[in-house]
């Protein structure tokens, strides 16, 4: 299982980021799909769920209404688009997919929201 992930970088409050993650070495359409975030001194937090299909998602609840996942089966891809970014979101972003007992994870990408 291998994941690249991009989009990451530096914004101002306020602004907006998507985050893309490509997958491979696994059977992307047949899993769930989350995005994961860790800011400097906390635990990596959940941030968002898609499903299989693309057609039911979860976010956490301090999220909601910002940020937005979403998935190309064909692409292999899931993203992740953020608006309204506050410099609270700063944090490192993985994508994840639990594939049986095994938990996968990104390399991870930057988000850094700051003016």
């Known amino acids: 299982v291998q994941f690249v992930e991009s989009g990451g970088g530096w914004v101002q409050p306020g602004g907006s980021l998507r985050l893309s993650c490509a997958a491979s070495g696994f059977t992307f359409s047949r899993y769930y799909m989350s995005w994961y975030r860790q800011a400097p001194g906390k635990e990596r937090e959940l941030v968002a769920t898609?499903?299989?299909?693309?057609?039911?998602?979860h976010y956490a609840d301090s999220l909601k209404g910002r940020f937005a996942v979403s998935r190309d089966n064909a692409k292999k891809t899931v993203y992740l688009a953020m608006n309204s970014l506050k410099p609270e979101d700063t944090a490192v972003y993985y994508c994840?997919?639990?594939?049986?007992?095994?938990?996968?994870w990104g390399q991870g990408t930057q988000v850094t929201v700051s003016s």
């Open positions: 994840n997919v639990k594939v049986g007992r095994n938990d996968y």
């Open positions: 898609i499903t299989s299909a693309g057609d039911s998602t």
